[in-house]
């Protein structure tokens, strides 16, 4: 998956030790977004700037790959991961309801 143009993958360190991942998807042409698969930051690494410089590689990404938009799934309930990606210019567009089932 990571040698495929279509899917970039991007890691950060800190003293030699993993601290963060973004993995990303282009769709091609069947919406002309891209798609943030996972975003994520160990939790004691937080607030430092890594998920900011993380998102943003995976933005230029998108950009020169002339992709409209980017999408990123995040829980309603999360409300950090929300706050987090409004302050880097994600607005909701879509709001996913469920109901559970017996």
Do not use: C, N, Q
């Amino acid at each position: 998956m990571l040698r495929d143009p279509a899917w970039r993958g991007v890691v950060a360190t800190r003293s030699g030790r993993l601290v963060g991942a973004a993995l990303a998807t282009d769709d091609g042409a069947e919406t002309g977004f891209a798609r943030v698969e996972v975003l994520y930051v160990l939790p004691g690494e937080r607030r430092a700037g890594i998920g900011r410089r993380l998102l943003a590689d995976v933005v230029a990404w998108a950009t020169a790959r002339g992709r409209e938009g980017l999408d990123v799934v995040t829980a309603p309930g999360d409300r950090a991961s929300k706050a987090f990606l409004e302050a880097a210019g994600l607005k909701a567009r879509l709001i996913v309801m469920h109901r559970p089932l017996p």
